[in-house]
Structure formats: structure tokens, C-alpha cells
T-cell receptor, first 112, second 113 residues
Framework: DQQVKQNSPSLSVQEGRISILNCDYTNSMFDYFLWYKKYPAEGPTFLISISSIKDKNEDGRFTVFLNKSAKHLSLHIVPSQPGDSAVYFCAALKFTGNQFYFGTGTSLTVIP | DAGVTQSPTHLIKTRGQQVTLRCSPKSGHDTVSWYQQALGQGPQFIFQ???????QRGNFPDRFSGHQFPNYSSELNVNALLLGDSALYLCASSLGLSGEKLFFGSGTQLSVL
């Protein structure tokens, strides 16, 4: 049972515009949410995270929004740059059990 | 500061064989988790090791086993390989059982023929 879902396999955005990547989850007991970025032939690298008690976290060009009532989070990248082209994974964590659940990923292409 | 290192980077095996993958965690980390990433899927949790013991396990059969050594490095063993075991195997390290952030290695690409 997929507890974390990314329903958009791919997204294309013009350089300089906003990229919005979406993620839905089913388990209301998740404590923490993270976004990872993955380039080909590399492991995922941590990008940004948010605690379940917050609704927004910002780090430079990256902002993550959490809507607990909708069980939805999104990653905003502004402005998008060609180097942002990668696969982005949403992940959720329950502190009890300490198991990370990953979505299937969204491949972002930023067009110069 | 060395990150998470995995070996080998690529591996080709045939059905029924056994394979061992290796991982050294990021310096200062004591917890190692293993993930399987099939093509087009997200990483799926296999198990987690802390203090040389398996602490958590995902929905994987007993053919998947592991070990953690006193220096925190870890091995993933898969017996009786199936074609469906072909995937990228990712090792991730963290600090403590409740680490909020995983640091991943580049993975081992396993192909089972």
C-alpha cells in the first residue's frame, strides 16, 4: 500500500518560472516530511524538510508547504534553474518505527 | 568528510545466486538503512541496523538479510536471487534511531539475468 504518492511522473518548466511539485499521503500519523533530489547515477540528496506541526518551511529558492487536513504537501522552487532538473522524491517519516516512506518521484525538467 | 560509500557500483548475477552489497556510513553516523529502488519507483525500505542489530524491517522476504559491524559499516545479503530483485540498492545512514535525515550513497545497481 503506497502511503506516499506523487501523481505527476514528470514536469517541465521554463527557466526563471516557478516549479511546483506535489505529494499526497494517506497516514495522518507521519511526523516529518522531506524532499530529496536525485540525479542519474547518484543517490538521493536531502533538499528540505518540514515537521508535521508546521505548515511552511523555506530555504532559499525552496519552500515546502504542508496541508495536514488535505494530507498534501508541495515543493515550490522559485526561480527554477536548469540545474534543478532532476527527479524529486517526497518522503514521510514516523518517529515510532523510524521508517521513511517514499513517493515514486517526479522528474523535473527546467528548460533554458 | 566522507559521505556514504557503497560497493560495488554495478553487479550482474544470475537467478538463484547469492549477492553481498557493502556500505560504509557517513562519518559520525551509527545507523544504516537499506532501500530497494526498482525502475520507475521510489526507494522501498528493506531494513535498518543500529548497534549491530536489525531494528526495523520492511515488507521483504527472509532472502534479504543484513549485518552491521562494530565500525558501523553494513552488508546486505540477498539469497536465491530472482529476476525481480533487479534494482538499485541504496544504503542510507543517519545518527541514532530517530534520525530525521537520511544521507544516501550512490547505490549498487544489481541486474539479475
Amino acid at each position: 500500500d503506497q502511503q506516499v504518492k506523487q501523481n505527476s511522473p514528470s514536469l517541465s518548466v521554463q527557466e526563471g518560472r516557478i516549479s511546483i511539485l506535489n505529494c499526497d499521503y494517506t497516514n495522518s500519523m507521519f511526523d516529518y516530511f522531506l524532499w530529496y533530489k536525485k540525479y542519474p547515477a547518484e543517490g538521493p540528496t536531502f533538499l528540505i524538510s518540514i515537521s508535521s506541526i508546521k505548515d511552511k518551511n523555506e530555504d532559499g529558492r525552496f519552500t515546502v508547504f504542508l496541508n495536514k487536513s488535505a494530507k498534501h504537501l508541495s515543493l515550490h522552487i522559485v526561480p527554477s534553474q536548469p540545474g534543478d532538473s532532476a527527479v524529486y522524491f517526497c518522503a514521510a517519516l514516523k518517529f515510532t518505527g523510524n521508517q521513511f516512506y517514499f513517493g515514486t518521484g517526479t522528474s523535473l525538467t527546467v528548460i533554458p | 568528510d566522507a559521505g556514504v560509500t557503497q560497493s560495488p557500483t554495478h553487479l550482474i548475477k544470475t537467478r538463484g545466486q547469492q549477492v553481498t552489497l557493502r556500505c560504509s556510513p557517513k562519518s559520525g553516523h551509527d545507523t544504516v538503512s537499506w532501500y530497494q529502488q526498482a525502475l520507475g519507483q521510489g526507494p522501498q525500505f528493506i531494513f535498518q541496523y543500529y548497534e549491530e542489530e536489525e531494528r526495523q524491517r520492511g515488507n521483504f522476504p527472509d532472502r534479504f538479510s543484513g549485518h552491521q559491524f562494530p565500525n558501523y559499516s553494513s552488508e546486505l545479503n540477498v539469497n536465491a536471487l530472482l529476476l525481480g530483485d533487479s534494482a538499485l540498492y541504496l544504503c542510507a545512514s543517519s545518527l541514532g534511531l530517530s534520525g530525521e535525515k537520511l544521507f544516501f550513497g550512490s547505490g549498487t545497481q544489481l541486474s539479475v539475468l
